[in-house]
């Protein structure tokens, strides 16, 4: 089974700043790279999809970038809506999340 | 629009069965480039991806509860069946069901709400 992992698994950030969350495959998984949004109660949302294009409706600020082993997920001026817990999943062999990335207010 | 929703108990007691149906409406399941996944997530834990039906019935479990997960699905009615058995209190979770596409990439494109899950004798 492919395994995921994030870095870090928590931080803290300033509204303005830029974030950028690091997700490592186990093995090379081309661009079969996802990631989502989750706020507290609520389901996650797709933001990212194919490791660099971004859902429809999602904001610019939010970009992803990567390929083979090694991903990230920049948002270039956190807003304070983008305060929520970030998930990479891959799709390359069925389906695995990464742990989470929480973004707290600093 | 494209909406899924979760049903099934609120409580199962361990070692019972468990059923859970989610209901989609604004797609098809007979529809080539979709299919429905379900993925969990403990209280205060990361997402846990457990089964996938794609439109050609085809299905794909968790490694890991693969013995215990089956994966259904009904076109006509627009509902997919998980079950797991032997439910077990650490399988304490919100069970989601979601939406997934099928481009270059597979991905999750639209979640049910969620339904939370207690084991509890």
């Known amino acids: 089974d492919i395994q995921m992992t994030q870095s870090p698994s928590s931080l803290s950030a300033s509204v303005g700043d830029r974030v950028t969350i690091t997700c490592r495959a186990s093995?090379?998984?081309?661009?079969?790279l996802n990631w989502y949004q989750q706020k507290p109660g609520k389901a996650p949302k797709l933001l990212i999809y194919?490791?660099?294009s971004l859902q429809s409706g999602v904001p610019s600020r939010f970009s992803g970038s990567g390929s083979g082993t090694d991903f990230t997920l920049t948002i270039s001026s956190l807003q304070p809506e983008d305060f929520a817990t970030y998930y990479c999943?891959?799709?390359?062999?069925?389906?695995?999340f990464g742990p989470g990335t929480k973004v707290d207010i600093k | 629009q494209v909406t899924l929703k979760e049903s099934g108990p609120v409580l199962v007691k361990p070692t019972e069965t468990l059923t859970l149906t989610c209901t989609v409406s604004g797609f098809s399941l007979s529809n080539a480039r979709m299919g429905v996944s379900w993925i969990r997530q403990p209280p205060g834990k990361a997402l846990e991806w457990l089964a996938h039906?794609?439109?050609?019935?085809?299905?794909s479990y968790s490694t890991s509860l693969k013995s215990r997960l089956t994966i259904s699905k009904d076109t006509s009615k627009s509902q997919v069946v998980l079950t797991m058995t032997n439910m077990d209190p650490v399988d304490t979770a919100t069970y989601y069901c979601?939406?997934?596409?099928?481009?270059?990439?597979?991905?999750?494109?639209?979640w049910g709400q969620g339904t939370l899950v207690t084991v509890s004798s």
């Open positions: 194919a490791a660099s």
């Open positions: 979601a939406r997934t596409y099928m481009t270059t990439v597979t991905y999750a494109d639209y």
């Open positions: 999943q891959q799709s390359y062999s069925t389906f695995t």
């Open positions: 093995q090379s998984i081309s661009s079969y």
């Open positions: 039906i794609f439109s050609n019935d085809e299905k």
